[in-house]
């Protein structure tokens, strides 16, 4: 089993629609959780952390389920400009290290 | 502010030869990570140092070994290439080691093997 597991994808939704992706992890004494965004051919970049408590960027929102090991992303009114590959991360901390587990990423694709 | 900087951006080299991939940490950044990144897959994370020493591994052959100098800078060296090297080579900087530290990639080298 992966440590990190995501929905396969790709999502095609036009734009304007809401879309969600999942993630499972393995490893129990994960201890942060992060959503990154990766274009095409480029690095990945950070779209943001995800808290216990969820929260909220504008029309990103991230939840996390400790007890089920179940992390969301949720995109309200999509736009063009979000194609991309979402990518889910968890940092197994163990001791002075700061190690980021990736997930084989969700493409989604939004459409005019 | 500088960003991560990695070069080159592009390399090709064939089966058996050696390959050395830099990397600038962001500025601020003392923490560097390496991750090979196959296509269609996410980035899979190859080491970290931190005060120039290899603080942890992952699940990587000996043929990768890396460096980091007095100013951050890192190195990613790899031995007898195989065809499966190829990949994107990431570097991502941090502050320290801490496990909530976001990390910052840099634009990545793109490594061929022939």
């Known amino acids: 089993r992966k440590e990190v597991e995501q929905d396969p994808g790709p999502f095609n939704v036009p734009e304007g629609a809401t879309v969600a992706f999942n993630c499972t992890y393995s490893?129990?004494?994960?201890?942060?959780f992060f959503w990154y965004r990766q274009d095409c051919r480029k690095e990945p970049k950070l779209l943001m952390s995800?808290?216990?408590s969820g929260n909220e960027d504008g029309r990103f929102t991230a939840q996390l389920n400790r007890a089920s090991q179940y992390i969301s992303l949720l995109i309200r009114d999509s736009k063009l400009s979000d194609s991309a590959t979402y990518l889910c991360v968890v940092n197994f901390y163990g001791g002075a290290t700061n190690k980021l587990i990736f997930g084989t990423g969700t493409l989604l694709a939004v459409q005019p | 502010d500088a960003g991560v900087t990695q070069s080159p951006t592009h390399l090709i080299k064939t089966r058996g030869q050696q390959v050395t991939l830099r990397c600038s940490p962001k500025s601020g950044h003392d923490t560097v990570s390496w991750y090979q990144q196959a296509l269609g897959q996410g980035p899979q994370f190859i080491f970290q140092y931190y005060e120039e020493e290899e603080r942890q591994r992952g699940n990587f052959p000996d043929r990768f070994s890396g460096h980091q100098f007095p100013n951050y800078s890192s190195e990613l060296n790899v031995n007898a290439l195989l065809l499966g090297d190829s990949a994107l080579y990431l570097c991502a900087s941090s502050s320290g080691t801490g496990g909530n530290q976001p990390q910052h990639f840099g634009d990545g080298t793109r490594l061929s093997i022939l």
């Open positions: 490893n129990s004494a994960s201890q942060s």
């Open positions: 995800v808290y216990s």
